[in-house]
């Protein structure tokens, strides 16, 4: 069943218009404990002279970036960055305004957990010029929250949340659906509770088991893996949740209210440029995609000798970039403009048969997934396809 | 040129696991054919699938020299032959290039149906039998027990019966002895100019096709002008040779010797087995009595997975032809799976192994249909039609009958399974013809039973209820009416021609529903329900469903995930590019060996 309508015609031009903005993440690794599903490059119990080595070296990456356009929207995700004094936060700000430059009414996104969030800290995070606060809630059933291995209960992630809609512009829920041991109702519960705190945006992800973490190999030793029939259960409760709340569907997995929606985020689906900054940092600069070093530590010597902290990058051009566009656009409810991959798509065998099964669809010049839930075979169709000139 | 009197032409009759190529080996290392350095195990059985299969497929030749004590020296042609009851056929072709065999059972295991069915085949060529007990050196072997059970079934005396261990070498000594002694020379030449009968042949790809042949007549020497007389090619011999067993080129084979021969030609089709090679300059008049052509007895079709690949198949398989009289094929279309070949085999194994040495030796990634045998249907004008795959058995209201085609199928079994082995055959339609003590633990069991119900893994349930005591011969014995109707299954309600299968109507419903329920299993869920249906006629006897996948989704794809999801998604692609699309579901190639499954439940 389609599951979603047609987008606002305005929503189609700022996901689009994301691509000419330029965008800047920096990561902050540190968390006080690592949670058993995540594969970020994340590190557990840092004292406090490895976070001064390490934010020494960010900073001094930050100074070495080429001059250009200021930053429209800036991510400081992690890792924890609620972990940091609000100190610390506000040095990664200005180094990004004084050396790259922040736009007038630029967007600045710091992730957070909920036991991190007291008033001073909100108040300092603020003054340091965070916009948006994203709060890695994950449940509101402590019963998940104990298997997702979270150090907070329910009742502080929910005072926690409602705090951080009091101090900031934007607040973002992200919650985590589908664990084993989540009944219906307190998915129901989660959904309901979030929306209920005065969000403006919720970020709602299946739990995916990702190779090398504590949970694939719970998963490996026999312990039970999430189910994709009750992961689409899930998933339909908070598409119908959401849109009762006026929040509307933008991307596979998050959803906003009216202007609300994370411009850091619309410009990677739109294919636009972001600088990156810190241990396992991808960046999006002049048309190459590049990674730095993993590991912390590695990732501070390099940087402290004088070296790049780059450890892979990937060019794209012709059909292989054209194709990634439509990849990435087809994230999002706005879709994207078909261009030379996307017609080709439609013209497929394949991309016939997913018109057929409504998951895909042709909307004036641009094609979208209708099912967001089975967006994933729309995306191997178009890698599948043929190369034409482009 | 060797005397015709110094020479010795054979081959060893022995069921799998009997010690057959065990035995070759030392006679081999006897007769100093080999260098030590050179012995490899078991050297007859050179093909790698033989070797992983420990079953020999391809009839070869070896030429051993042979000094007795006395001095005299003799020319031994071991001759071997293929141990699998698909091959019969191929026995019979190396016999027809011998004066005698060496009849060899298992001093544990006694004599097996096979053995027994190839020694009668070999006393009706008139060939002379050594009968040769092997591994008595093993703590279960029981030698008196079988010197009187093989005696007994040859009518010899228990002391023309030599015992051997051709793991240790004991008695290998005496057989040789045996094989000079008891074994007549080749009979001398009937006419006056050459004739020579290929027996084998395979495809050298350096040197072109290279036939084995037997001299009856004359005399073979390179340079010669050949004529073969039943393909009518006029060749020259480039090189004459004999096996040592490496290829060691001659002047001359005289009457009487083994060898081979390398005309330069690549066609492979244009060498038979079994035809007689004579001199284009004066070519004998009356060719050798050739075989009898083998019939094949399972039909299969064999599609390449990549439709470009049809060519390539073509080729592989007028290869195999060469060496493999026994493979028939004609091009087929299936609705569901493009053009391919309709082949036909001795049976399942040599379905199996063709099928193999086409993926390993051809590099061909192919689909195999659900074997069927050759029914003869009636129709209402009252003509009888062969078909030999379900997809051309014309509509009910054309025809009054099929018929189906019956083996007389012979087992024999330690007395205590007979019980057993009469309540397998009657499941399978058998009627029983007669039962026979051989002794009082051996029992022979002779019943009439449908084609397609041995074809299909009776093989193996017979060897798991017995415990793999019991063995089994069987020959063709003429066509029955059967009471059998087509099932046919249905995709999304397509039909899906390559899953439909001629059936009994007493097992319609089990054969559909066990069909269905291992395609459910094995058809992954597709972006809509895909009904799954077995039907007869128009009447739908089962009835599954795949669901619809409902999520096939990433959870996250940021900036840091785009390359990696990227990667992903272009690896699982590939996976799908392996499916196949029947109609608009896609289909892994396990669901096709599913419908083998089934009928070996």
Not at chain 1, 76 to 90: D, E, K, M, Q, V
Not at chain 2, 575 to 597: C, D, H, N, T, Y
Request: with cysteine; glycine share 8%.
């Amino acid at each position: 069943m389609p599951t979603d309508g047609a987008p606002a015609p305005d929503s189609l031009e700022v996901a689009d218009a994301a691509a000419g903005s330029l965008g800047a993440y920096v990561h902050l690794p540190f968390c006080h404990r690592v949670c058993p599903y995540c594969d970020f490059a994340v590190t557990e119990g840092a004292e406090a002279g490895e976070v001064d080595r390490y934010l020494t070296a960010l900073l001094m990456e930050i100074d070495a970036a080429p001059r250009r356009s200021p930053v429209e929207a800036l991510f400081i995700g992690g890792g924890t960055p609620s972990a940091l004094p609000p100190r610390r936060i506000g040095e990664v700000v200005d180094a990004v305004r004084d050396r790259v430059g922040l736009a007038p009414g630029a967007e600045v996104t710091v992730e957070s957990n909920p036991e991190d969030l007291d008033d001073a800290w909100l108040e300092g995070v603020r003054s340091a010029g965070a916009t948006r606060l994203s709060v890695g809630v994950q449940s509101f059933d402590d019963t998940v929250l104990q298997y997702l291995g979270r150090r907070h209960s329910s009742a502080e992630a929910e005072r926690a949340v409602r705090r951080a809609v009091e101090a900031m512009p934007s607040v973002n829920a992200d919650l985590i659906f589908g664990s084993p041991p989540e009944e219906a109702s307190a998915w129901q519960r989660s959904v309901d509770t979030a929306l209920d705190s005065g969000i403006d945006h919720l970020s709602a992800y299946a739990l995916t088991v990702e190779p090398g973490t504590p949970l694939a190999r719970g998963v490996a030793g026999g312990s039970p893996a999430p189910d994709d029939d009750v992961g689409a259960d899930r998933y339909e409760v908070v598409l119908a949740c959401t849109a009762s709340a006026g929040l509307v569907r933008y991307e596979t997995s998050n959803f906003a209210a009216p202007g609300r929606v994370c411009r850091y985020n619309l410009i990677t689906w739109a294919q636009g440029e972001y600088l990156g900054f810190g241990n396992g940092a991808h960046r999006h600069v002049d048309g190459v995609r590049s990674w730095n070093l993993r590991g912390v530590e590695r990732y501070v010597v390099a940087v402290a000798e004088g070296r790049s902290p780059v450890a892979g990058e990937e060019h794209h051009t012709g059909w292989s970039r054209e194709v990634e566009r439509v990849m990435l656009g087809l994230r999002r409810a706005a879709g994207v403009v078909a261009g030379v991959a996307g017609e080709a798509l439609m013209e497929s065998e394949a991309g016939a048969a997913l018109v057929e099964a409504k998951v895909l669809a042709r909307r004036g010049d641009r094609i979208a997934v209708r099912r967001p839930l089975l967006g994933d075979a729309a995306v191997r169709a178009l890698l599948a396809l043929a190369p034409r000139d482009c | 040129m060797p005397d015709r009197s110094r020479i010795r032409n054979f081959c060893i009759i022995a069921h799998i696991d009997h010690g057959k190529s065990t035995l070759a080996d030392r006679l081999l290392e006897r007769t100093g054919a080999l260098t030590e350095r050179e012995m490899r195990e078991q050297v007859l059985d050179s093909m790698d699938l033989e070797r992983e299969r420990g079953i020999t497929i391809k009839a070869q030749a070896v030429r051993l020299d042979y000094r007795r004590p006395n001095g005299d020296e003799f020319i031994l042609n071991l001759i071997d032959t293929p141990g699998h009851v698909d091959f019969s056929y191929e026995v019979s072709r190396s016999l027809a290039a011998c004066e005698g065999v060496i009849l060899l059972v298992d001093a544990a295991q006694g004599v097996e149906a096979q053995t027994l069915a190839n020694a009668y085949l070999a006393i009706e060529g008139g060939l002379e039998i050594v009968p040769v007990i092997n591994k008595v050196d093993l703590p279960a072997a029981d030698p008196d027990r079988v010197t009187a059970e093989v005696a007994g079934v040859l009518g010899v005396s228990v002391d023309e019966v030599l015992r051997v261990s051709a793991k240790t070498g004991e008695g290998v000594d005496d057989l040789l002895e045996a094989i000079v002694e008891r074994l007549p020379a080749p009979s001398p030449a009937e006419v006056d100019t050459l004739r020579a009968l290929v027996f084998d042949s395979y495809y050298d790809p350096y040197r072109g096709v290279v036939c084995y042949l037997r001299v009856t007549d004359g005399v073979l020497a390179t340079g010669d002008p050949l004529r073969f007389m039943i393909s009518g090619e006029d060749l020259p011999a480039d090189e004459v040779g004999v096996l040592t067993p490496k290829a060691v080129p001659v002047a001359r084979l005289g009457e009487g010797e083994v060898g081979y021969v390398i005309t330069g030609v690549k066609e492979v089709d244009r060498i038979r087995v079994g035809d007689t090679v004579t001199r284009r300059d004066r070519p004998a008049s009356v060719p050798l009595p050739g075989y009898r052509e083998p019939k094949p007895m399972v039909f299969s079709g064999l599609f390449p997975t990549d439709g470009d690949d049809f060519e390539r198949l073509r080729e592989a398989l007028e290869k195999l032809r060469l060496n493999d009289a026994a493979l028939v094929f004609e091009p087929e279309s299936s609705r569901a799976l493009g053009f391919g070949f309709r082949c036909g085999f001795l049976g399942l194994l040599h379905m199996e192994i063709v099928r193999e040495r086409l993926e390993r030796e051809y590099d061909l990634d192919l689909v195999a249909t659900a074997p069927s045998v050759a029914y003869s249907v009636l129709l209402t004008d009252g003509k009888e039609l062969e078909i030999r795959s379900p997809q051309d058995l014309p509509d009910p209201t054309q025809r009054t009958g099929i018929r189906e085609p019956m083996l007389r199928v012979m087992v024999l079994t330690p007395s205590e399974y007979v019980g057993t082995v009469m309540e397998l055959l009657q499941e399978h339609r058998g009627t029983l013809g007669t039962m026979q003590y051989l002794s009082p633990e051996r029992v022979e069991l002779v019943y009439r039973v449908p084609l397609a119900e041995i074809v299909f893994g009776f093989f193996d349930q017979l060897k798991s209820r017995t415990r793999g005591y019991a063995s089994l011969d069987y020959e063709p014995d003429g066509y029955e009416v059967g009471d059998l109707l087509r099932v046919d299954i249905l995709l999304n309600g397509v039909s899906v021609d390559a899953f439909s299968a001629i059936v009994h109507r007493d097992k319609a419903y089990d054969y559909g529903r066990r069909l269905v329920e291992s395609l459910r299993e094995i058809i992954p869920r597709q972006m809509f329900d895909v009904p799954i249906q077995a039907a007869a006629g128009s009447r739908i006897i089962a009835r599954e469903t795949v669901k619809a996948k409902r999520k096939d989704v990433t959870a996250k794809c940021y900036g840091g995930d785009i390359t990696r999801k990227r990667k992903l998604l272009e690896r699982q692609k590939e996976g799908k590019k392996r499916m196949k699309m029947l109609g608009s579901v896609e289909v892994p190639q396990e669901a096709f060996i599913a419908v083998l499954r089934v009928d070996a439940d």
